[in-house]
């Protein structure tokens, strides 16, 4: 694997929370953690049930778990909730009400704060004009927004009124917006006119449009006005939401939701097939994002609670809305790039706000490292007290500069370890008790049964590299994949024959102390800057493209992203691999998926290697990418010269 791999297998420092921090937290006493963490594994009925019972229910549930339909757990039976009242009106209601929800900042510079009790009446009128469009419990939305604070609202609207919301990341094309269009059926999209993204405005209204071409289940598109730019407009379908907002009330009663009722879908990639409707229910999506936001963060009441992600993916959905609203927390959303206008933008928000509680990704983080500490410097950052990191493995050179220049050697880091199906943090440091290494995600979160086993499913010892696997069923895991229980039961569950032993996809190991390194991924996923892309969604993009006949995808590592996209591509006789072809299957597949899925390489062949069955050796273009030389199993490679071949293309890009 990869250099950074390498190094973090050598890593063996130690971190300890300062005792001021561990006596001012939550948690700070490793027997009290112990004993807990005992309890939710020996008791799991007893200890989330008390959890649970922290939260406003409709109506109380009956039955904490029900597993015997396994893998699809049933939580919280019997029990009514509603996960915008949870959010809102709880707070809002109570002594929070004119606590600050959110702090939002445009990029350029224009900024809107909302209490709970305002936020509350923005979600209610939201909610209202959806109802307007005949939208109601167990229709799907579409939401394809920038960052700004309608994007939180329509998330808590549509939840409001029992809709299910699937949000798609800004950053993805028209195509790949209309594939989860189509996969969910949904019947209204959620966007903007435009988003700001380092000066330009990104056209999200006119990419709907793109999208919708052809479609008729889409009775709405509701349209936010924020960059202002020229829109074309379907008269009978689009909706300007500031339009729709005069002639609704400003109060909704949250529908009464069954603990197991579908809350959102979001997509992400597999290693086959188009990507996987990732479904989440109520109850225990909310119950797990409410306990681990409060426990791995910390969160104080007088907290500034910042999460960098964009709520386009499930770290949005779990660690900047449900999670910490749910608590009562202090949000900051941010729109823009960390380096618009300048490279300490996001340092400059820290400081302005009071940002006490800072998430963030390795690859941002490398990038802060890459841009200097100078930038950080200039900014007051003391009342930072806990940092966090999330997405894929962070190289020790970057958690302990984090930990040195943005953290003052004062804050924790909280390395986070879980994924889309997870629906909230699997394997984490808990700040005021968990002594951290850099590079480790140490431990399990609390009813998490997390272990390391071979193919055969036996549980490996110490410090030997297996497949990551969770035992017992936790709250807020996935429910299903949207249309395809099959997909489900095959990815998820089929790895071990007992049915029931998670497989996560990911590769780790657990050193003499228990604590957990994940390694990456074992299948052809790649992720970069912590986003999961699949080889073949990839491949299959370059494959439509007129010139190519043939494409492998691989991921190599990269100082920034991670891994970044190396492409083996064959092309139509009588067509020439040279530049004008490689920008313009770049282009291609910028147009199809989305720029983060962009090939950083493409490199030009007359074969790929491939198995006399005719699969594909990925595993030995993975190591041509990176340069290195091959310590695979060659014997059943068909034609050996291909390899050479390959080989001698290096340093083409
Ligand atoms: C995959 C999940 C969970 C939100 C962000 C990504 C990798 C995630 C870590 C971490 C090492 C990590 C894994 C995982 N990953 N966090 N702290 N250390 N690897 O969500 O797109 O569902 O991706 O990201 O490979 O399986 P996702």
């Known amino acids: 694997m990869s250099q950074q791999i390498e190094n973090i297998l050598h890593e063996n420092r130690r971190f300890s929370p300062s005792d001021a921090f561990r006596r001012a937290s939550r948690m700070g006493d490793e027997a009290e953690y112990q004993a807990m963490y005992q309890c939710s594994i ?10 649970a019972r922290e939260l406003p229910w409709i109506r109380p549930f009956e039955r904490v778990l029900d597993w015997s339909k396994a893998p699809v757990a049933s939580w919280f039976d019997g029990g009514q909730l ?20 959110i702090h939002w900042e445009g990029e350029p510079g224009d900024a809107r704060s909302f209490t709970y009790r305002e936020l509350r009446m923005e979600v209610a009128r939201f909610a209202n004009v959806l109802k307007s469009r005949g939208i109601g419990k167990g229709d799907r939305v579409a939401i394809y927004m920038p960052m700004i604070p309608e994007l939180a609202m329509a998330v808590l609207a549509c939840a409001r009124i029992g809709a299910i919301h699937s949000v798609v990341f800004g950053g993805f094309s028209a195509q790949a917006l209309r594939d989860r269009i189509e996969d969910t059926g949904c019947n209204a999209v959620i966007c903007a006119d435009g988003g700001w993204r380092r000066g330009s405005v990104l056209p999200l209204k006119q990419e709907v449009d793109k999208s919708l071409e052809g479609i008729d289940h889409v009775h709405t598109v509701l349209v936010v006005r924020r960059t202002e730019n020229e829109v074309e407009w379907n008269s009978e379908r689009d909706v300007w939401l500031h339009e729709a907002l005069e002639s609704v009330s400003d109060s909704c009663v949250p529908e009464a939701m069954e603990s197991e009722d579908v809350l959102f879908l979001l997509y992400t990639s597999g290693s086959t097939g188009k990507p996987k409707g990732i479904m989440h229910t ?14 791995v963060f910390d969160l104080q009441e007088d907290d ?29 959303m941010y729109e823009g790039a960390p380096n618009a206008p300048a490279e300490d933008r996001f340092w400059d928000i820290c400081e302005r706000l009071g940002v006490t509680v800072f998430y963030t990704a390795p690859t941002a983080i490398r990038a802060f490292m890459k841009w ?18 999330v997405g894929e493995p962070i190289n020790p050179e970057a958690w302990t500069w984090y930990h040195r220049v943005v953290g003052g050697e004062r804050c924790p880091i909280v390395d986070t370890w879980w994924q889309t199906e997870t629906g909230g943090i699997m394997l984490t440091p808990l700040p005021g008790c ?17 272990c390391i086993l071979n193919e055969e499913g036996q549980v490996l010892g110490p410090n030997q590299g297996g497949l990551l696997a969770l035992r017992k069923p936790w709250p807020s895991m996935l429910r299903g994949i949207w249309g395809d229980e099959q997909r489900f039961k095959d990815t998820y569950w089929s790895k071990w024959p007992d049915g029931w032993t998670y497989f996560a996809g990911d590769g780790a190991r657990q050193d003499e102390d228990g604590y957990f390194w994940v390694l990456g991924r074992v299948d052809d996923v790649i ?9 073949m969604e990839v491949e299959s993009s370059l494959v439509a493209h007129e010139a190519v006949v043939e494409a492998a995808v691989v991921g190599r590592p990269d100082d920034l992203t991670g891994e970044a996209i190396v492409a083996f591509v064959t092309t139509l006789t009588g067509i020439d691999g040279n530049d004008d072809v490689r920008a313009a299957l770049i282009e291609h597949v910028a147009e199809q998926i989305g720029k983060l899925a962009r090939p950083q390489e493409i490199r030009f062949t007359d074969a790929l290697p491939k198995t006399r069955s005719g699969k594909i050796m990925r595993r030995l273009l993975r190591d041509v990418a990176a340069g290195r030389e091959s310590n695979q199993d060659m014997s059943t490679i068909e034609d050996a010269g291909v390899l050479e071949r390959l080989r001698l293309t290096d340093g083409q890009k």
């Open 434 to 450: 968990t002594d951290t290494k850099p590079g480790s995600a140490t431990r399990p979160f609390f009813g998490v049964d997390a």
């Open 82 to 101: 509603n996960a915008s009242a949870v959010c809102l009106d709880q707070h809002a209601d109570g002594e929070r009400a004119n606590k600050v929800a």
């Open 527 to 535: 992720n970069v800057s912590g986003h999961r892309l699949s080889t």
């Open 282 to 295: 109520t109850g225990g999506y909310m119950v797990g994002a409410y306990l681990s936001t409060r426990m």
């Open 42 to 51: 020996d008791d799991p009925d007893g200890f989330w049930g008390e959890v």
């Open 372 to 389: 200097g500490d100078e930038h950080v410097q200039k900014h007051d950052l003391s009342k930072l007290r806990l940092l966090g990191t």
């Open 304 to 332: 500034v609670y910042w999460c960098t992600a964009d709520v386009g993916w499930i770290t949005g959905h779990s660690y900047i809305i449900y999670g910490p609203l749910a608590n009562g927390a202090t949000i900051v």
